[in-house]
């Protein structure tokens, strides 16, 4: 399937150069603010794939929900870095263990995310414990959401969404949506890093334009 408007536009929105200035965004989320994740398959949905995504006693509504609420939540250093216009602040925890260990992600762009860290960015993928990444408390074991995580299949997004299709093991569910109130647009994607047809990594983002 071909890149649709919808998918451009959002990643247009999130993509920028890499964030250096000591701190380092790395996995999923660092693919998304990069731009990689064009190279995968896009598909639009008709309703928002992420409306809201539960982290231990949090439920977290992107755009809404602020990164500081979340720090208060499970503790951890708030990190930023920036290059240039573009800059990111974020949490990022290990949690797990065995082949089960993964890092969770909450991430505020500078732009989309504005003054207060809004949360634009939420995401998981299984890797090692990492510099810069805090410990997990035993209140956050992991992310759910009504859409599949971490370790589920190809069938599973079969079932939510229908077509898979995945290209480079990437594939992302969009929608956009007009708000009611001042004519803002929200575009909100969903995106999975893929292997052997199981789900090792997934990131949902939100921007709103004008």
């Known amino acids: 399937m071909r890149p649709l408007t ?37 598909h639009e949905v ?7 995504i539960t982290a231990g006693p949090a439920t977290i509504v992107l755009g809404e929900t602020l990164l500081g609420d979340l720090q208060d939540a499970f503790g951890g250093t708030l990190q930023h ?7 990111a602040d974020w949490l990022c925890y290990a949690a797990g263990s065995g082949d089960q260990q993964q890092l969770i992600w ?17 995401g998981a993928n299984y890797a090692a414990p990492k510099a810069g990444c805090d410990a997990a408390p035993s209140s956050l074991a992991g992310l759910t959401m009504q859409a599949p995580g971490l370790g589920g299949s190809i069938s599973d997004l079969e079932t939510t969404f229908g077509t898979v299709a995945a290209r480079n093991n990437m594939v992302a569910y969009l929608n956009q949506s007009a708000a009611v109130q001042g004519g803002a647009t929200t575009f909100q994607s969903l995106n999975y890093l893929l292997n052997n047809d199981i789900i090792i990594g997934f990131a949902a983002s939100q921007a709103t334009v004008p």
Not at 16 to 33: E, H, V
Not at 106 to 122: I, M, N, P, R
């Open 46 to 52: 008709p309703n928002m794939p992420a409306p809201t």
């Open 81 to 87: 870095a920036a290059d240039g216009s573009v800059s």
């Open 6 to 42: 919808t998918a451009t536009l959002l990643l247009m929105l999130l993509a920028g150069p890499a964030l250096a200035d000591g701190a380092r965004l790395t996995g999923l989320p660092s693919a998304l603010l990069s731009g990689d994740a064009a190279e995968g398959t896009q």
């Open 106 to 122: 909450f991430v505020s762009d500078g732009q989309a995310g504005g003054s207060e860290h809004k949360v634009t960015l939420v």
